[in-house]
């Protein structure tokens, strides 16, 4: 079945038409600074879709839960132990019900566990489970990141070798990865080249432009366009979008992200005593502990 879903417009003034079937066959790849619209791109992939395939959202900020009201996705909450995570995951395959893991609030390396043995179970389903799904991934450099960081060993194996399934060996058992990132020089390379689609948005720093180049096979010179691009434009190539490079502006969403971008308002009033309400501590304050945060 031919379902092309509409994701905007394209510099020639058509509609920016997105082969579901295809996508299934052969992955997204989506790439652009922050701010640039890649989760908005996404949301909007999202809901074009969701009436035609089931799909899955490792959601590390929690934006895309808005999802369940109006298209009936199950919001999964990640702080689980390893076994609820594998009992879900298995059964939203038999029962082929879209959702989104929710990873908001808890730290990089539980984040990491928490998807890499979703997607592991998701993709370990029994072969008579292996109906399509989306499979989408917003910072994917978090979880299939370029070199080591500060978290375990043993989190970065798990979720480096979900992601790396996902991308290289899930076609056959249904998944299909649509995955998004900020930095193309911080997602591991296996990850990315096996994207067969690219939508590049706005990026600035050479190393990220020249990846995105070669990727897309096309001159390191004129690679210079993605700097020029607006919030909301992107670079589509693949088999899935169009033959050669073309640029679509990404359309409107039904469904809001939760967070948004800070917008300028006035401060208040200061008031008299501010050296007062600042440093007057609050009673529970000197019994709270002390929290710290793991550098990202
Ligand atoms: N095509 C668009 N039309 C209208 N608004 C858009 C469009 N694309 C993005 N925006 C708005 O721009 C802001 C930034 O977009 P978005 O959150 O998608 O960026 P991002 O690339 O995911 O950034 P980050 O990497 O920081 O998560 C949002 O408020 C979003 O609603
Ligand atoms: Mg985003």
Redesign the pocket.
């Known amino acids: 079945m031919k379902v092309g879903i509409d994701m905007g417009t394209t510099s020639e003034g058509t509609s920016a038409s997105l082969d579901i079937e295809e996508l299934l066959a052969t992955r997204l790849l989506v790439q652009?600074n922050?701010?640039?619209?890649?989760?908005?791109l996404l949301r909007r992939l999202l809901e074009q879709s969701a009436p035609w395939v089931q799909q899955c959202i490792i959601d590390p900020e929690g934006d895309f839960v808005t999802l369940a009201d109006k298209f009936g996705h199950v919001v999964i909450e990640g702080e689980r132990t390893d076994a609820e995570l594998i009992g879900i995951a298995t059964r939203i395959r038999q029962h082929r019900v879209s959702c989104v893991l929710s990873l908001e609030g808890l730290d990089i390396e539980q984040q990491m566990r928490s998807a890499g043995v979703f997607l592991n179970a998701m993709f370990d389903a029994d072969r008579e489970y292996w109906y399509p799904v989306l499979v989408v991934v917003d910072e994917a450099q978090m979880f299939a990141p370029s070199v080591g960081g500060d978290v375990s060993e043993e989190a970065r194996k798990v979720s480096l070798g979900a992601m790396t399934n996902l991308m290289c060996r899930g076609r056959k058992r249904g998944l299909a990865g649509v995955i998004a990132t900020?930095r193309l020089a911080k997602l591991a390379k296996n990850v990315a080249a096996e994207a067969s689609n690219f939508l590049m948005g706005r990026t600035f720093l050479d190393i990220d432009m020249l990846r995105a180049a070669d990727l897309l096979g096309m001159d390191r010179r004129t690679a210079e366009m993605f700097r020029d691009l607006k919030?909301?434009s992107f670079v589509a190539l693949g088999p899935a979008l169009s033959r050669r490079p073309l640029k679509v502006?990404?359309g409107?969403v039904e469904t809001s992200?939760r967070s948004?971008?800070p917008k300028l308002m006035p401060l208040p009033q200061a008031p008299q005593d501010v050296e007062d309400l600042i440093f007057t501590p609050d009673p529970e304050e000197l019994t709270r502990p002390i929290m710290r945060r793991a550098a990202p």
Do not use: D, E, L, M
């Open positions: 652009g922050s701010g640039s619209g890649k989760s908005h900020q919030r909301g502006t990404i409107s992200a948004t971008s």
